[in-house]
């Protein structure tokens, strides 16, 4: 077993894992935070994206003694006592999510961008929602709520 | 599916990561993972031992002099991809990295993982073979270095031996009137090539006087063309060089056909890859010139 310690959603936590336990499974089965979803486990879908150290990981791609040390933040601490982040009060508003399963992947990487350092274009939005399979919403109500989240202009109608 | 069960080291200098790699088991160095631990969920890979080369520092380094940009192996592509002096002076690897998977891929998959695994369809290697890049080996017995063009030696296979790690590569700068382009085609963004190219010309105003055109995606190994660089030496680089580079390309390379193109599609794509990289990598050229 291999000790792993971790700060998840500013909690530290301490984990016994085999090497082999990926850093999503070490979320939902040990820490009991299964708004990160498992879809492909192979990398392509993003539903299990989290922040580790601030940028947005597949935590199926991830070794948890991989994170050994790594700020994780999940869905889960994206609300502030309740109150939705302006993420994700967008995402409700602008009916970026239906079922849900790919939402809290997208939010993860969307709030790593949002406090990173870089400029953001919205072609670069756009390639971050990329990195998203969603099988609901035609993608047009999670590009409207990412740009009013980034503060770029939208109309209420634009469907692509 | 989850991993088969292996044992996991993570050293903090490469000289104890070296000791370990020529241990005698099955052993596989862990990078970033975004392609090694996608095979080993999938079962597709089952090492008996990783050796997470994450803590070593010293392998993480961009550093930059006159003339080459060295790139360590663990710099994370996305890092890579915004670093002020990869973007400024070895243009053509900063936009490369632009079609490697996604952001959230590139944050964890890095430079030297993804040139060791030697996917067919990746387009650093093609990169650095169009930029004749060197490559840097080390093993517990010394150090080598491996010319981009005897790198790669087919599918997932490349010249490192089982004791030796990638720990970097240098990477020629742009000189004055070198101009670079990479064009692929994909189905959507962030999915495999279908076809891609990748040239680097040297312009004597409108005229090439020296080319390396790479191809990847349609075959076994990222391979320069000669017979497209033999159609653009010492032409002007106009519509009909171009052509002649692009039919002497699907004519002299090989294409396989699978599940996403057919070999006539694919060879196709081949040649369209190639025109309209050289044909971005001429506008730029005139862009600078002007």
């Known amino acids: 077993m291999t000790s792993v310690q971790l700060t998840v959603n500013g909690a530290a936590v301490e984990l016994f894992v085999e090497p082999r336990t990926l850093l999503v499974d070490v979320l939902r089965d040990h820490l009991g935070l299964t708004g990160t979803h498992v879809g492909c486990a192979y990398g392509v879908c993003g539903a299990c994206t989290v922040v580790v150290d601030g940028l947005p990981v597949r935590s199926c791609l991830m070794l948890a003694a991989q994170a050994d040390g790594a700020q994780v933040k999940t869905v889960e601490g994206l609300a502030d006592a309740g109150d939705m982040s302006a993420l994700q009060e967008a995402f409700h508003n602008e009916h970026g999510l239906q079922c849900g399963f790919c939402t809290p992947g997208l939010l993860c990487s969307l709030t790593a961008l949002q406090e990173g350092d870089d400029d953001v274009s919205e072609t670069h939005l756009d390639d971050v929602i990329a990195g998203h399979l969603c099988r609901c919403t035609g993608y047009a109500g999670i590009r409207r709520a990412s740009r009013v989240a980034f503060g770029f202009p939208t109309s209420p109608r634009e469907t692509s | ?290």
């Open chain 2, 1 to 290: 599916m989850r991993p088969a069960p292996f044992d996991l080291v993570a050293p903090s200098t490469l000289d104890d990561a070296l000791a370990a790699v020529g241990d005698g088991v099955d052993t596989r160095p862990l990078a970033g993972g975004q392609s090694l631990i996608a095979m080993m969920n999938l079962r597709l890979a089952v090492p008996e031992k990783l050796i997470d080369l994450g803590r070593i520092t010293e392998l993480s380094s961009i550093d930059v002099n006159d003339t080459h940009i060295h790139i360590g192996a663990m710099a994370t592509q996305a890092r890579v991809e915004r670093h002020p002096d990869v973007v400024a002076r070895t243009p053509l690897v900063a936009e490369a990295l632009g079609h490697v998977g996604h952001w959230q891929i590139r944050t964890r998959g890095t430079i030297g993982g993804n040139l060791a695994h030697a996917d067919p369809a990746s387009e650093l290697p093609a990169v650095m073979l169009a930029l004749d890049a060197v490559y840097h080996v080390r093993s517990g017995s010394g150090s080598r270095t491996i010319l981009a063009s005897d790198f790669n030696l087919g599918p997932y296979s490349t010249a490192l031996t089982e004791d030796e790690l990638l720990v970097g590569i240098d990477v020629p700068c742009l000189g004055v009137g070198e101009t670079t382009a990479i064009v692929e085609v994909s189905r959507v963004a962030g999915a495999y090539a279908l076809a891609g190219a990748a040239v680097w010309c040297r312009m004597n105003d409108d005229t090439c006087v020296a080319s390396r055109i790479a191809v990847f995606a349609t075959g076994s190994r990222a391979v320069r063309v000669s017979a497209a660089e033999g159609a653009v030496r010492n032409a002007r680089l106009d519509g009909r060089a171009i052509k002649a580079a692009s039919s002497a390309t699907t004519s002299t390379i090989p294409v396989h056909a699978d599940i996403h193109a057919t070999e006539a599609q694919r060879q196709h794509l081949l040649g369209v890859v190639v025109a309209r990289a050289l044909g971005v990598a001429k506008a730029r050229a005139s862009l600078v010139a002007s």
